[in-house]
């Protein structure tokens, strides 16, 4: 039997054609089945994961971006970043696991990184607090925002969390200024910035590492003002519409793009980011060394007036 893959509620019918290829492999005594057998079915699961990706509706995708084996933050600085070396602590409280961040190379120029980060186990969910950084985790950004500026050094955003956790101890020390402070200081922050929604994005909490030069977003990442649960509580007080808020809300990539609200979309490979891990990184680490070398042929005035002009625009006023 496969063990440890996790398949989603609507991925039955290629879960089921994957045990049935292993429970194949597993009864052939001599070795490996009928080489046909298993191309055949190989064939016939990579056609299915196609068919379903291809028209996922947007709580399905919603499902994908938060899959328990999906790359998260440090994932991709391991895979797409050379010599990462973690900083900690805000220089005020503590330091918050649910933000990571430091020092990396990416093709061989030094950078500043940072992310949202959620757990693999049990302990270590509740070590990151799910995802949800506390005022100290945005606070740990804030310095390393302001390393980044000081000595010149693009600036690598990872976004993956629920939002910002809206305990009563992160509220008494301050979660909404810390949010606040990030976001005018990445408005004029005078170095590159890149961020990717990888995962969830959710509210404030994503934006407060969200405001940049340049928006990526994976294929089937979400990025939205509130997750569809919490949409559906306050407009319809049932927790249960949450497909539909999530089709209202719409918090897919291809919405977002045709929006302006992000810049580009990194492919994911046949079945989510999780099935392929490493052509996620390189699809990914393309991406950046496009927008590297574009973002470095603008002076310092002209990054930070065109990062002002791009949010500006974004949305419809009407009076």
């Known amino acids: 039997m496969i063990t440890g893959r996790h398949w989603l509620e609507f991925e039955k019918g290629v879960e089921a054609l994957e045990k049935k290829a292993e429970e194949l492999k ?11 057998e298993t191309a055949r079915l190989e064939r016939k699961t990579r056609n299915l994961l196609k068919d379903i990706y291809s028209k996922l509706t947007p709580a399905q995708i919603t499902l994908v971006a938060r899959h328990q084996d999906r790359p998260y933050t440090l994932d991709y600085l391991h895979h797409v970043f050379d010599e990462f070396i973690e900083l900690h602590g805000d220089r005020a409280f503590k330091d918050d696991h649910a933000i990571v961040g430091g020092l990396a190379r990416f093709e061989g120029e030094p950078v500043v990184v940072i992310g949202h980060q959620k757990g693999r186990n049990v302990k270590d969910k509740v070590r990151r607090n799910f995802g949800m950084p506390h005022p100290e985790g945005y606070r740990k950004a804030l310095r390393l925002l302001d390393m980044a500026e000081r000595f010149g050094r693009p600036v690598f955003t990872f976004i993956d969390t629920p ?3 809206p305990g009563i ?5 301050g979660q909404g200024t810390a949010i606040a402070k990030n976001l005018l200081r990445m408005s004029n922050l005078k170095t590159p910035v890149i961020a990717t929604v990888i995962g969830e994005g959710g509210s404030g909490g994503a934006l407060a590492i969200g405001v940049a030069d340049k928006v990526f977003m994976m294929e089937f990442a979400t990025y939205s003002v509130i997750s569809p649960e919490g949409c559906a509580a306050i407009l319809w007080k049932d927790a249960g519409k949450a497909g539909l808020a999530a089709k ?3 918090v897919g990539s291809d919405d977002l793009l045709r929006l302006g609200i992000i810049d580009k979309i990194i492919k994911e490979p046949v079945g989510g980011a999780h099935r392929e891990p490493e052509t996620a990184y390189k699809n990914l680490k393309t991406a950046f060394s496009s927008a590297v070398k574009e973002l470095k042929t603008l002076s310092v005035a002209d990054l930070v007036d065109k990062r002002y002009r791009k949010f500006r625009a974004i949305g419809v006023f009407i009076d």
Request: proline share 9%.
């Open 169 to 173: 101890g992160a509220e008494e020390r």
């Open 163 to 165: 939002g910002a956790y």
């Open 248 to 250: 209202a809300l719409k």
């Open 26 to 36: 597993a009864s052939d005594k001599g070795g490996s089945p009928a080489p046909e």
